[in-house]
């Protein structure tokens, strides 16, 4: 069955850096679009980037030039390298493929201090 496991969330001072990993299974990684999202305390759920399977990337606007998407086949992986963090960062960031349904991993929190 699918799988998506984030790791990498922490506690990080304004304007310092995170990365976060996304490891996937159960499904044909290397010609999916994988997305992360985030939530922070009540709001709704947001896309932050995503990647297709040709490596193609999109940005939500107030990332840009901050945070970076990836991804390794060879290890079923997606990363989310974010710089210059900010408080409004503060959220928990998901993992999603979308297949036949939308399927998520646990998600992991960031928390961004002033």
């Keep these: 069955q699918v799988q998506l496991v984030e790791s990498g969330g922490g506690l990080v001072q304004s304007g310092g850096s995170l990365r976060l990993s996304c490891a996937a299974s159960g499904f044909i990684f290397r010609i999916y679009t994988i997305a992360w999202h985030r939530q922070a305390p009540g709001k709704q759920r947001e896309l932050v980037a995503y990647i297709t399977g040709g490596g193609s990337t999109n940005y939500e606007d107030s990332v840009k030039g901050r945070f970076t998407i990836s991804r390794d086949n060879a290890k079923n992986s997606v990363y989310l390298q974010m710089n210059s963090l900010k408080p409004e960062d503060t959220a928990v960031y998901y993992c999603n ?9 646990q998600g992991t929190q960031v928390t961004v201090s002033s």
């Excluded at 493929?97 to 991993?105: C, E, K, P, S």
């Design 97 to 105: 493929v979308r297949r036949n349904a939308d399927y998520w991993g």
